[in-house]
């Protein structure tokens, strides 16, 4: 079992940044491939960023358009994602998920977190 917290959502105005952050616990964090996903109202869930077990590959949806970093700290534990130049559409829940897996697919993933909220106004 894996646990997994987001943190670090909030409102922000156009153009703004924001850092998330996934607080893992249990079975060793570096062991999985760990991913970012979004989910608007009305809307599936997509996939924004992914990130390999060591932290030297990473894969990023094409909306994304250099605007976000993936990173992971794991001796820490922690995943991040750095998101700068936010647009209205970007605006979502952002859930952290982790895999066997190094996937772009939702389904992949095998366990989440309960999604931290992002509102960009314009």
Known sequence: QVQLVESGGGLVQAGGS??????????????????????????EREFVAAINW??????????????????????????????????PEDTAVYYCGASINYSTVYLAYDYWGQGTQVTVSS
């Open 54 to 87: 060591s932290g030297d590959r990473s894969y990023y949806a094409d909306f994304v358009e250099g605007r976000f970093t993936i990173s992971r700290d794991n001796a820490k534990n922690m995943l991040y994602l750095q998101m700068n130049d936010l647009k």
């Open 18 to 43: 924001l850092r998330l952050s996934c607080a893992a616990s249990g079975r060793t964090f570096s062991s999985y491939h760990m991913g970012w996903f979004r989910q608007a109202p009305g809307k």
